[in-house]
């Protein structure tokens, strides 16, 4: 399960665009697709596309004002990353502890 | 050590142990050793070879996981592929002698890395996305 998450979080921010869109929201809070636009240095419907993957990977949340439609970080949504990291930093230190013994019991 | 701040998605654990990088490879390579250390396997080094590790099943999960040898590169560097419900890694070790004996290194990093990799030189790469986060990930961690 956690896995899945994660995985959503990680093909989400694996394109190097997206990362700097969900950076510039996570830094400066709140935005319109026409400011995000004017950062991120690409045309606006394809800005509006990472937006789309973002939110399904709710790494964003929108609100619709007037004709605008802003955008905001959703920090939380990074902890299946932090998880996987824990989790799998545990069991890696784990294993290496059994390969210390391991390499002790074999020979020369 | 995983270092959130640097590469959030690349966790790397090292350790010097005081045996020679020929006996670390014995055990990284040879199936019955590996086994008795990290998971039961069907491992062989030979670079493009499919195998599997087994994990304890768990729900919805029946504990396989999905691995291809990339690298091997003798008593130096062992590389494969680690896919585990879906989500797609890559293992690699390396193996550097040191005065009496031998470091280790293993890295696990998503799989965004090829495409960071296409995008060297590119302004926001895994490398600087958290630097700026460590506030945010400070209330997670």
Not at chain 1, 71 to 85: D, G
Not at chain 2, 74 to 89: C, I, N, V
Request: overall charge positive; hydrophobic content about 40%; aromatic content about 10%.
């Amino acid at each position: 399960m956690t896995q899945t998450a994660a995985n959503h979080v990680f093909r989400a921010l694996a394109d190097p665009t997206r990362r700097a869109i969900f950076e510039e929201l996570a830094r400066r809070g709140e935005q319109t697709v026409h400011a995000l636009t004017r950062s991120a240095g690409v045309s606006q419907p394809a800005v509006s596309k990472h937006l789309t993957v973002l939110k399904r990977a709710r790494l964003v949340r929108h609100r619709r004002d007037g004709r605008e439609t802003h955008y905001r970080a959703r920090p939380a949504a990074l902890a299946p990353i932090v998880k996987w990291l824990d989790d799998y930093g545990a069991f890696w230190r784990e294993r290496l502890d059994r390969l210390e013994s391991l390499l002790q019991r074999m020979e020369p | 050590m995983s270092n959130v701040a640097e590469a959030p998605q690349t966790l790397v654990v090292e350790r010097a142990f005081a045996h020679p990088p020929e006996k670390l490879w014995r055990a990284l390579t040879e199936s019955p050793l590996l086994a008795q250390w990290l998971l039961n396997n069907d491992f062989e080094p030979v670079a493009g070879r499919k195998f599997q590790f087994r994990r304890e099943p768990m729900p919805n999960w029946n504990g396989a996981i999905d691995c291809q040898v990339l690298v091997v590169e003798p008593f130096k560097r062992l590389s494969y592929s680690w896919g585990a419900m879906g989500l797609e890694t890559v293992v690699t070790w390396t193996l550097t002698p040191v005065e009496g004996g031998t470091h280790l290194r293993m890295e696990q990093s998503g799989f965004a890395s090829d495409q960071d990799r296409a995008y060297k030189g590119a302004k926001y790469g895994w490398q600087n996305f958290f630097n700026g986060l460590e506030r945010v990930l400070g209330a997670l961690l």
